[in-house]
């Protein structure tokens, strides 16, 4: 039972590369988000989907796009990275809104 | 003022202790709270739910105080285990979830 997987686990970009972060959930879940975070920042919401077909800006959209894919899949993209990307990324889904969320384990990402 | 805070600590308590972590919430049309538990370099995993009525489950427990705007966990007879940090999250149904900045717990020997 695999829950929510991400991938990749870790990643190194050069500034103004491009790249998809992949997130599956199995859990049947409807709503599925993206989160970064940063030391002595806590999880920072960066978009979210709270349904199949639907995507919504978090606190910080600025920089990245989604893809809700199908129900199961959430993808995350950086166009141009920056070095203030660098952070850990973690995806997660429930059932809604008011439901708990479940995290993957992560992905590690680095623009140097 | 930031929608959910926490005291960010660190608690460092001796096994055995009887710890409680508060958080404050400003908005109040949140609907749903949660306990989190985070591992360093790992995944936040949730530790429980919290209801008006309280809960209990095991060692910990966790209630919501709406007319302050403020939840509680309560970890009595601390383990070694225990040590990580330990995120409140509240929501207001609209799927913006803020977590707080988390509280980190060391139970030391």
């Known amino acids: 039972n695999a829950g929510v997987t991400q991938t990749p686990k870790f990643q190194v970009l050069k500034t103004g590369q491009s790249m998809t972060l992949q997130c599956a959930q199995d859990?049947?879940?409807?709503?599925m988000y993206w989160y970064r975070q940063d030391p002595g920042m806590g999880l920072r919401l960066i978009y979210y989907?709270?349904?199949?077909?639907?995507?919504d800006k978090g606190e910080v959209p600025n920089g990245y796009n989604v893809s809700r894919l199908n129900k199961r899949e959430f993808s995350l993209r950086l166009e141009s990275a920056a070095p203030s990307q660098t952070s850990v990324y973690f995806c997660?889904?429930?059932?809604?809104?008011?439901?708990?969320?479940?995290f993957g384990d992560g992905t590690r990402l680095s623009i140097l | 003022r930031k929608e959910v805070e926490q005291d960010p600590g660190p608690f460092n308590v001796p096994e055995g202790a009887t710890v409680a972590f508060n958080c404050t919430y400003s908005?109040?049309?949140?609907?749903?709270f949660f306990w989190y538990r985070q591992d360093c370099r790992k995944e936040p995993k949730l530790l429980m739910s919290?209801?008006?009525s309280g809960n209990e489950d095991g060692r910990f427990t966790a209630q919501l105080n709406r007319a302050s705007q403020y939840i509680s966990l309560l970890i009595r007879d601390s383990k070694l285990s225990d040590s990580a940090t330990y995120l409140c999250?509240?929501?207001?149904?609209?799927?913006?979830?803020?977590f707080g900045a988390g509280t980190r717990l060391f139970v030391k020997a």
């Open positions: 919290v209801y008006s």
């Open positions: 908005n109040s049309a949140s609907q749903s």
């Open positions: 859990m049947n879940h409807n709503s």
């Open positions: 997660a889904s429930s059932e809604n809104g008011i439901q708990p969320q479940h």
């Open positions: 999250v509240g929501n207001t149904g609209g799927f913006k979830t803020i």
């Open positions: 989907s709270a349904s199949e077909g639907t995507t």
